[in-house]
């Protein structure tokens, strides 16, 4: 129940396209969904995150999508450029505690 | 200078030796932790601490051991090296404030290799 499953482990996108990963949890607990972004070499950096009252939430090229009823939530990826190429991690936290997806590498081709 | 400084970031030893790996922290936070990486399982937390008094094990603390000896720093041990310790491990740490999310601030990593 405090798995937090993430999808796709990997995916190669094209300039210019849209990159989407998919994340989905069990606990209805959870109270934050951060996503993480990960460049090689170093750690992990937040990139955007919500909380569970609100369906979306836009920060210039990133969206994260927020499904209640389902128990999922998505990262979308706008214009993908090849700078986005990393890893990147959705999380879902309750009190002090974060889960972690298993991550997925995104590769944006130009 | 970093926020989240690891060191070494890089170690090479054999199974059985005694290996510390170090953080150090200029961000002024009470929450420190040490996280594994390994490809395909994500971020695994190994222990936590909240305070210099505070130490708590994580989901994968067998053969680790963590010493907090300062709010600034936070070192992790293993006791006697095994190749299956061989992973990226990452210091991070975290400020609630007053929005109530855990942002985790991340060290560079130290990727340690167990032979």
């Known amino acids: 129940q405090q798995q937090v499953k993430q999808s796709p482990q990997s995916l190669i996108v094209q300039k210019g396209g849209i990159s989407i990963i998919n994340c989905a949890y069990e606990n209805t607990a959870f109270d934050y969904f951060p996503w993480y972004q990960q460049f090689p070499g170093k750690g992990p950096a937040l990139l955007i995150a919500?909380?569970?009252d609100v369906s979306e939430k836009k920060e210039g090229r990133f969206t994260i999508s927020f499904n209640k009823s389902a128990k999922q939530f998505s990262l979308h990826i706008m214009d993908s450029q090849p700078g986005d190429s990393a890893t990147y991690f959705c999380?879902?936290?309750?009190?002090?505690?974060?889960?972690w997806g298993a991550g997925t590498k995104l590769i944006i081709k130009p | 200078d970093a926020d989240v400084t690891q060191t070494p970031r890089n170690r090479i030893t054999k199974t059985g030796k005694r290996i510390m790996l170090e953080c150090s922290q200029t961000?002024?936070?009470?929450?420190m932790y040490w996280y594994r990486q390994d490809p395909g399982l994500g971020l695994r937390l190994i222990y936590y601490?909240?305070?210099?008094?505070?130490?708590n094990k994580g989901e994968i603390s067998d053969g680790y051991s963590v010493s907090r000896q300062a709010q600034a720093k936070f070192s992790l041990s293993l006791e006697s090296a095994i190749p299956n310790q061989t992973a990226l491990y990452f210091c991070a740490t975290s400020d609630p404030g007053s929005s109530g999310a855990n942002v985790l601030t991340f060290g560079a990593g130290s990727r340690l290799t167990v032979l």
């Open positions: 999380a879902a936290s309750i009190n002090y505690q974060l889960i």
């Open positions: 961000k002024g936070h009470d929450r």
């Open positions: 919500i909380r569970p």
């Open positions: 601490s909240f305070d210099v008094k505070d130490i």
